[in-house]
């Protein structure tokens, strides 16, 4: 049994992704076709040896359900280990107390109770891949109080808006957490990934509770860099953070490309997810596909170039869909033009026959629309 349990958070308040956000929160879109984004934190934990997580849910918290359902498709050793939903029941008119704070409040009797002497927290709105047995041992040797991941990057001024930063001095010790400006292109992306003694976790919610009804963990730990003993931890491989619409569509479209998505996916560390038992795609005459993502049960005519397709999709023939991110269970009619534009599901493609939008700001379908 691992030494640390899990908590995967939800995504906090300054994370929007127009459309898409209004049916499921982000951890339950779909993602690369056959997943959900909240597949990777869960698989990362399960595949460290965690098993004992709670996740963490508020708005519209339905398909995200129905989807973890009882874990067991995660490989959590079901004697020992348990994938626990939590609900906020918060009925707060203004988001702005509607923190993880909050939720970690609620359900303090259910985070006292865990055995385990340490916890890892990862967010549900990135897509990366950590072995955080690694990381806790990192924790550990170290004798610091906390350990965050970070990952650098050099394009801060244009993505990752909506994501803090890590100020980190020459010993690794973490100087403060900001948000990031945009006013410069190098920069430390703090994860959202946090690793300490469960005691501590309980005594910075507890603090973070009395001094402000807004704070998030974040708040109380910058708030806390001078007093306790942090420290950063460095990232490598694959690393996307969805916290708007253009940033969920750009992370889907990256993993097209094969040195993306063999530095994501890794033999000996799998992405679990559920699964169901459609029939393989079927691939008619006529029909061309190049640089694409092709889920199972999909029935192919038409062209598709560098999309990515999710399960059970009907492409008619003379259908071209390009640049496009189609969600489960879409109709592409007969000779419909499709470019640059993410498909909600249940959508139907049939009498618009263009629907293209320009590269820079992506089009929106809506979930069960008929175009």
């Not at 519209?60 to 490989?75: A, I, V």
């Not at 292109?185 to 910075?204: A, P, Q, S, W």
């Not at 008619?284 to 059970?312: A, H, Q, Y």
């Not at 879409?330 to 000779?335: A, Q, S």
Request: hydrophobic content about 35%.
């Amino acid at each position: 049994m691992s030494q640390a349990f899990g908590i995967v958070n939800f995504a906090g308040n300054h994370i929007k992704v127009d459309g898409l956000q209004e049916y499921r929160p982000v951890g339950a879109f779909s993602f690369l076709g056959r997943y959900r984004v909240i597949d990777f934190p869960i698989s990362n934990m399960s595949n460290s040896g965690i098993d004992t997580i709670q996740v963490y849910t508020r708005r519209k918290p339905r398909s995200l359900t129905e989807h973890l359902g009882t874990g067991r498709h995660y490989n959590i050793n079901s004697k020992r280990g348990k994938l626990h939903i939590l609900y906020t029941e918060s009925t707060m008119v203004s988001d702005i107390y509607n923190t993880d704070i909050a939720a970690y409040i609620e359900n303090l009797d259910v985070i006292e109770r865990v055995p385990q002497e340490y916890v890892v927290i990862a967010p549900s709105y990135m897509v990366y891949t950590a072995d955080y047995s690694e990381l806790l041992q990192t924790h550990i040797d170290s004798g610091a109080d906390i350990t965050l991941m970070y990952h650098s990057v050099d394009t801060a001024k244009d993505e990752f808006l909506s994501c803090y930063t890590l100020d980190i001095n020459k010993q690794k010790g973490v100087d403060s957490i900001q948000p990031n400006r945009g006013n410069a292109k190098n920069k430390n992306i703090f994860m959202d990934t946090y690793v300490m003694k469960k005691d501590l976790f309980l005594d910075l919610v507890t603090k973070a509770h009395k001094m402000s009804a807004m704070y998030s963990l974040v708040d109380i730990i910058d708030e806390e860099c001078h007093n306790l003993d942090v420290r950063a931890v460095p990232h490598r491989g694959f690393f996307a953070s969805i916290t708007d619409f253009k940033s969920y569509y750009d992370a889907n479209m990256s993993l097209i490309d094969l040195k993306n998505a063999t530095n994501l996916f890794v033999n000996d560390w799998p992405i679990y997810t559920r699964t169901n038992d459609s029939c393989p795609t079927q691939y008619f005459d006529g029909s061309s596909v190049k640089s694409s993502v092709v889920s199972n049960g999909c029935l192919i005519e038409g062209t598709i170039e560098n999309s990515v397709i999710g399960r059970g999709c009907i492409i008619k023939e003379g259908a071209v869909v390009k640049n496009c991110v189609i969600s489960s269970d879409i109709v592409i009619g007969k000779g419909v033009h499709v470019e640059n534009v993410v498909v909600d599901k249940h959508a139907k493609l049939i009498r618009g026959k263009r629907v293209i939008a320009s590269p820079e700001k992506p089009g929106y379908i809506k979930r069960g629309d008929t175009l």
